[in-house]
């Protein structure tokens, strides 16, 4: 098979295609943009499961569209929170760790900046007002004991008219989980259960399954993940 390896001149340097020229500009002013820390190893390790984290962070944008301000609990590396971010007029995280959140503000760029820090919920609610806040893949690192606490100060902060949406793995996908993910998931919960808890908080609650990227309302107990989209806070 013919090759070509000679060293490309600045000349050579163009795309072939003169649109893709920005390509190549972008990375000369600004460099490469990275992956997040949890981000990096689902790529290296299953490219397909940072898709599917990635198209929960697609819903949630959509759910929350054209809010004032959100607040993510849980961040993590925060790679999909740039997507919730595109939709909403302002945008704060958070997460327990300060190892991921030193390593969001490394990332951070000019142009999709926000304030990100360092809380546990279970220690007090976050000050403020929103009126949106989501957390994905945390409940279910929350011991059922200590549940009641992290979810009184999650919402302590929703204004009386926000929205709130609660995604986690079921509890019935939980056979088919990794050793990795089964040792962090310590509440898992189906349908109905994870249901039920929120219309403690809320007046409206409306579920969805989601398998793959697919977010739809089939048969909850046949679903890897569940949403929870709640509204009128009790």
Known sequence: MPTNNKPLNDEDKKTREPQYQECLDAVSDRGFERLGLRSSQSWHDDPKHLLFRISRYKFVAKMLAGSEH????????????????QEVKALSAT???????EDVKARMVERWRFPVFTHDLLDGPI?????GI?????LEHIASKDERIFLDNAFAPL?????????MPSLESQAYASPTSRAGHVNCKSMPQLKKLM??????VFMF?????VVHTGHHAMAHYLFAVCAGKK
């Open 127 to 131: 000050p403020g007002n929103f009126d």
């Open 95 to 101: 997460d327990f760790d300060p190892l991921f959140v």
């Open 70 to 85: 959100v607040l993510e609990i849980g961040c993590g590396d925060a790679f999909g929170t740039r997507l919730v971010q």
């Open 209 to 213: 399954s989601m398998n793959d990227e």
């Open 199 to 204: 219309q403690s908080y809320f007046h409206n």
């Open 134 to 138: 989501f957390a994905l893949d945390v």
């Open 159 to 167: 204004s009386q008219h926000g929205v709130a949406i609660i995604g």
